[in-house]
Nanobody, 117 residues
Framework: VQLQASGGGLVQAGGSLRLSCATSGRTFSSHVMGWFRQAPGKEREFVASITWDGGLTLYADSVKGRFIISRDKAKNTGNLQMNSLKPEDTAVYYC???????????WGQGTLVTVSS
């Protein structure tokens, strides 16, 4: 299964963006879909995850209360609603799939989010 992330762009601080992760039309078969991000000069970090069947969510402390992860099983698509964006949220955002957030074995190509102050 290939993942395709989209929805990135340039937004002012305090604004919102919605990222999507599509599975190229095939059925999502992993247990967890997750979003990670990598800012310039930094390592990739966990943002949020959701279990595909049960919809259980997990968030990094830095985005808790601002970001909402969801999935549409009928469309085989995951989403990340990002609200109250801050300049420190600027990064390339990747969606991934795997058995859990520590063993993501499939990645999308990344989508750039830039938050201006």
């Amino acid at each position: 299964v290939q993942l395709q992330a989209s929805g990135g762009g340039l937004v002012q601080a305090g604004g919102s963006l919605r990222l999507s992760c599509a599975t190229s039309g095939r059925t999502f078969s992993s247990h967890v879909m997750g979003w990670f991000r990598q800012a310039p000069g930094k390592e990739r970090e966990f943002v949020a995850s959701i279990t595909w069947d049960g919809g259980l969510t997990l968030y990094a402390d830095s985005v808790k209360g601002r970001f909402i992860i969801s999935r549409d099983k009928a469309k085989n698509t995951g989403n990340l609603q990002m609200n109250s964006l801050k300049p420190e949220d600027t990064a390339v955002y990747y969606c991934g799939a795997g058995a859990n957030v520590l063993t993501m074995n499939t990645w999308g190509q990344g989508t750039l989010v830039t938050v201006s102050s």
